[in-house]
């Protein structure tokens, strides 16, 4: 049974490259197209040329946010990272604070009370 292990990894890691591949978004594939990468892994898989091709080239990467491949497709990861949404917050806020002081009425800026000690 033994000697039928290294067959019997080489036919996982092949069919796993394998779905992947066709599971894989056509957009998010990488350096060459689908049906290509479809091919090699088929062709290449006994000696795990094109399996391992497959995963160190072709994968898409999964730290690259929402499926960017290219460096130009790159967002921001979180919100707190993005400096648009941090102005935005500051901005929002900001706003918030003009329109309570509008509402208000008596009290402004310019409309605090002298010190109690004068």
């Known amino acids: 049974m033994l000697r039928y292990l290294p067959f019997l990894l080489v036919l996982a890691v092949w ?3 394998f779905i992947d591949c066709l599971n894989t978004p056509e957009k998010e594939v990488r350096k060459l ?34 499926g960017a491949t290219r460096p130009q497709e790159r967002r921001w990861v979180a919100p707190d990272d993005n400096p648009e ?3 935005s917050i500051n901005e929002d806020e900001e706003a918030r604070r003009r329109k309570n002081r509008g509402t208000t009425g008596d009290e402004g800026p ?8 004068t």
């Open 33 to 66: 197209p689908k049906v290509a990468w479809v091919i090699i892994v088929l062709l290449f898989g006994q000696v795990l040329l094109g399996p391992i091709a497959w995963f160190a080239v072709g994968r898409p990467r999964k730290n690259a946010p929402y």
């Open 110 to 117: 310019d409309d605090t009370p002298p010190p109690a000690g």
């Open 15 to 17: 069919i796993y490259a």
């Open 85 to 87: 949404f941090l102005k």
